[in-house]
T-cell receptor
Framework: AQKVTQAQTEISVVEKEDVTLDCVYE???????LFWYKQPPSGELVFLIR??????QNEISGRYSWNFQKSTSSFNFTITASQVVDSAVYFC??????????????FGKGTLLTVNP | ETGVTQTPRHLVMGMTNKKSLKCEQH?????MYWYKQSAKKPLELMFV???????ENNSVPSRFSPECPNSSHLFLHLHTLQPEDSALYLC???????????FGPGTRLTVL
C-alpha cells in the first residue's frame, strides 16, 4: 500500500526566512509520480509540481525548489525568502496506477505553514 | 469560468434535508473526483468517475450519491446526513493517463 508521511504538522517562520517542508513516501511501484499542492485559507488545492520517479533532478521555480531523493524516498520542498502569502497548508502526494489509465493520489496529512510578518 | 468550479461554496443543512453539490470543470478533462476533507484528517477519496463511468467508490455510505451526467459535470447528492459528515468537499478533475488533478475551491458543509 502506498503511504505519504509529512512529519511536520505545523511550522511557523518569520518573513524572509527559508523553510523546508519534508515528505517521505512508500510505494512498491517502480514508476510513480510525486506532487506538491498548496491549500490557502480559501480552500482550493493549487497544483505546484509533479515529479516522475525517473527524474531525480532538483527543480527550482522562483522561490520554490524541490529535492527528490529516491535513496531516502523523500521529496522535500523548500521556500526561500518566505512571504506572508506563502501561509497555507501544503500537501505532498503520490500517484498510484489503478489500471485503465486511471490514477489515485495518496495524500499526506499536510503541513500548516504560517509566515509571520 | 475557468478551471474547476463548485457550488455552493457553503451549505448548512439539517439531518433530514436533501441537497446536492455541483462541480463543473472547464479544462476538457475526462475524469472527475470527489474528496472529503475533515479537520485533522488526510484527504479522503470518495468517488472517481472516468469517461462518465464510476470506477471507484471507497466504501462511502449510501447517504452520499454521486452523479456524472457528462464529462464536465459532477454532482454529489446528499440525504439524511449525520453531523460527522460536516467537512470540506472538494471536487477535482484530470485527464485519464495524466496524473495531476486540478481542484475546485470546495463546498464547506455543515450538518446540524
Amino acid at each position: 500500500a502506498q503511504k505519504v508521511t509529512q512529519a511536520q504538522t505545523e511550522i511557523s517562520v518569520v518573513e524572509k526566512e527559508d523553510v523546508t517542508l519534508d515528505c517521505v513516501y512508500e510505494t512498491r511501484d517502480t514508476t510513480y509520480y510525486l506532487f506538491w499542492y498548496k491549500q490557502p485559507p480559501s480552500g482550493e488545492l493549487v497544483f505546484l509540481i509533479r515529479r516522475n520517479s525517473f527524474d531525480e533532478q532538483n527543480e527550482i521555480s522562483g522561490r520554490y525548489s524541490w529535492n527528490f531523493q529516491k535513496s531516502t524516498s523523500s521529496f522535500n520542498f523548500t521556500i526561500t525568502a518566505s512571504q506572508v502569502v506563502d501561509s497555507a497548508v501544503y500537501f505532498c502526494a503520490l500517484s498510484e496506477a489503478r489500471g485503465g489509465s486511471n490514477y489515485k493520489l495518496t495524500f499526506g496529512k499536510g503541513t500548516l505553514l504560517t509566515v509571520n510578518p | 469560468e475557468t478551471g474547476v468550479t463548485q457550488t455552493p461554496r457553503h451549505l448548512v443543512m439539517g439531518m433530514t434535508n436533501k441537497k446536492s453539490l455541483k462541480c463543473e470543470q472547464h479544462l476538457g478533462h475526462n475524469a472527475m473526483y470527489w474528496y472529503k476533507q475533515s479537520a485533522k484528517k488526510p484527504l479522503e477519496l470518495m468517488f472517481v468517475y472516468s469517461l462518465e463511468e464510476r470506477v471507484e467508490n471507497n466504501s462511502v455510505p449510501s447517504r452520499f450519491s454521486p452523479e456524472c451526467p457528462n464529462s464536465s459535470h459532477l454532482f454529489l447528492h446528499l440525504h439524511t446526513l449525520q453531523p460527522e459528515d460536516s467537512a470540506l468537499y472538494l471536487c477535482a478533475s484530470s485527464d485519464r493517463g495524466i496524473h495531476e488533478q486540478f481542484f475546485g475551491p470546495g463546498t464547506r458543509l455543515t450538518v446540524l
